[in-house]
């Protein structure tokens, strides 16, 4: 893909069917993710909030949290999908007065708005991811690409005039995991220390129960999920402010700075000070 149009669309996809292969290897994280479902089966997680997979629902994610999909069945999972810089989403909030959006995107990671297929807003969504794809994939380096896409993300946000679906209301049917994920994220905002055995002992479940019913839905143990957490938050400190990596460690009750960046590697793949390097969004 020509560099000039990656500069702010890093991704395009138009109902494309089959294994998301961003949820097994690193991508970039500065971005906003857009997601229309045309199957149906699954969960999408973004950080606490468990979102059904449903046809004809709009997802928007902030990539800087934990996020990833996992669908009842892999072969049929299909969406549509636009992946824009944080930079660019950011311009576009402001220049459109979408701020609220923007805001509640940064503080939640996520939100979705339920578009039923037979709806004209479903519709009209799934009609602008097409005409920003074939745009995307038309090998053209012009500006003008660049310009038609946002101008289609524009209108794609432009049809979320009703409020996004809390996450509470979506999973219903999944109570006890969304008291799981619920707890890990108040503790961690706590910056509490968070294992299987304290948490099942405040939702007064059993732990062999909690890590099977959790594993099922999240393909995560309670555990590892804790620890994408709290890395997910070391990103965000890492990008959006100047701590030093041992407040940052202290902050998410490592035990030392070693360990956080022993951990930081082994999960990101490269080390907390490269990782701001690159990653660095602080005006």
Same mark, same amino acid.
Do not use: M, V, W
């Given at each position: 893909m020509d560099k000039s149009k990656m500069n702010y =669309? !890093? @991704? %395009?996809? !138009? +109902? *494309? =069917?089959? !294994?998301? %292969? $961003? *949820?097994?290897? /690193?991508? $970039? @994280?500065?971005?906003i993710e857009m997601l229309q479902f045309w199957s149906k089966g699954g969960y999408f997680i973004v950080r606490n909030h468990i &979102? /059904? =997979?449903?046809?004809?629902?709009l997802l928007i994610v902030n990539a800087m949290e934990t996020h990833y999909s996992n669908p009842s069945n892999v072969d049929t999972y299909n969406r549509s999908k636009i992946i824009l810089s944080f930079k660019r989403f950011r311009q576009i909030c402001e220049l459109c007065d979408f701020n609220a959006l923007y805001e509640e995107l940064y503080?939640?990671?996520?939100? =979705? !708005?339920? &578009? /039923?297929p037979a709806q004209k807003e479903a519709q009209l969504a799934d009609a602008m991811f097409q005409k920003a794809f +074939?745009? &995307?994939?038309?090998?053209d380096p012009d500006l003008t690409v660049q310009a038609d896409i946002v101008s289609y993300t524009i209108r794609l946000l432009s049809l979320l005039h009703t409020p996004p679906r809390p996450a509470s209301a979506v999973v219903q049917t999944d109570s006890t995991i969304y008291l799981m994920t619920e707890y890990i994220n108040n503790q961690l905002l706590s910056w509490e220390h968070v294992t299987p055995e304290n948490l099942c002992a405040a939702l007064h479940i059993s732990y062999s129960y909690a890590s099977h019913l959790f594993k099922q839905l999240t393909k995560q143990s309670i555990t590892q999920y804790a620890t994408n957490l709290r890395l997910a938050e070391a990103k965000k400190l890492l990008a959006n402010t100047d701590l030093k990596i041992y407040n940052i460690a202290e902050l998410l009750k490592f035990k030392d700075s070693t360990t956080f960046c022993k951990t930081f590697k082994k999960h990101v793949g490269c080390s907390p000070e490269a990782y701001r390097r690159t990653n660095r969004i602080l005006d």
């Open positions: =669309i !890093y @991704e %395009l996809e !138009y +109902q *494309n =069917i089959g !294994y998301d %292969l $961003r *949820n097994a290897k /690193p991508h $970039r @994280e500065d971005c &979102f /059904p =997979i449903t046809p004809g629902t503080r939640k990671g996520g939100c =979705i !708005y339920p &578009f /039923p +074939q745009r &995307f994939s038309s090998g």
